[in-house]
């Protein structure tokens, strides 16, 4: 016998009546792409987030290779990152021609351990690109302040910590704030297989305003 772990049904059933009600708004206005919910969707998303800007992209993957070219990352640099996670946050980086470093994780976390990146940092050093896993980000507060001290820029790889909290191992509740705060950006995705269940996209948050929409 099948044995259901968590009950999306239940949860489909609470929300059924808005769900429909939005599917039905967009069919009837037949904006399908870059529709007025794009945008409130970005604007939702930034102050939920506390963020200064939300920009959405195609995918997960594509938000993160966006915020590195935006930083101008390419050949010959290197970008500190994790070796513990999906492959798209090597690959973007050496899409673009730089050197992925692999700093080790916390044993007790998965998340980047931020006590070994300064022993990593180089004169090629261009960013610092943390990821943070299963609704729990990595020492954000930490990372920051040593990208601070360096003048490097820090990307939270968040695609599975939506509204997490820092040092939490649970995602917030609509009445708290989203406490993650990225240095420069944090992309993330909208995946199935994330933290959040909904179509295949993503999304880019930013306290800079070097990230805005044009």
Not at 91 to 103: D, F, Q
């Amino acid at each position: 016998m099948p044995m259901e772990f968590i009950d999306l049904k239940a949860q489909l059933r609470s929300i059924r009546g808005t769900i429909d009600e939005r599917m039905q708004r967009v069919l009837d206005h037949g904006q399908y792409i870059m529709g007025p919910e794009v945008a409130e969707m970005e604007q939702r998303l930034a102050t939920y987030t506390g963020a200064k800007h939300c920009i959405s992209v195609a995918s997960g993957t594509e938000a993160l290779l966006i915020a590195l070219m935006a930083l101008g990352v390419g050949p010959g640099d290197e970008v500190i990152t994790t070796p513990f996670t999906f492959v798209a946050t090597a690959e973007v980086i050496v899409l673009l021609g730089a050197t992925p470093v692999l700093v080790d994780v916390e044993p007790d976390t998965c998340n980047l351990d931020a006590e070994k990146i300064e022993s990593a940092i180089t004169s090629r050093t261009k960013a610092i690109m943390p990821v943070s896993l299963y609704g729990a980000t990595a020492d954000m507060d930490e990372i920051n302040a040593i990208g601070e001290k360096h003048g490097i820029p820090v990307i939270e790889d968040a695609a599975q910590a939506h509204g997490a909290r820092p040092k939490a191992l649970v995602p917030i509740t609509a009445h708290a704030r989203a406490a993650t705060s990225p240095r420069s950006a944090a992309p993330a995705s909208f995946r199935a297989s994330r933290s959040v269940a909904s179509v295949m996209a993503a999304r880019s948050l930013s306290r800079t305003t070097r990230w805005r929409r044009p």
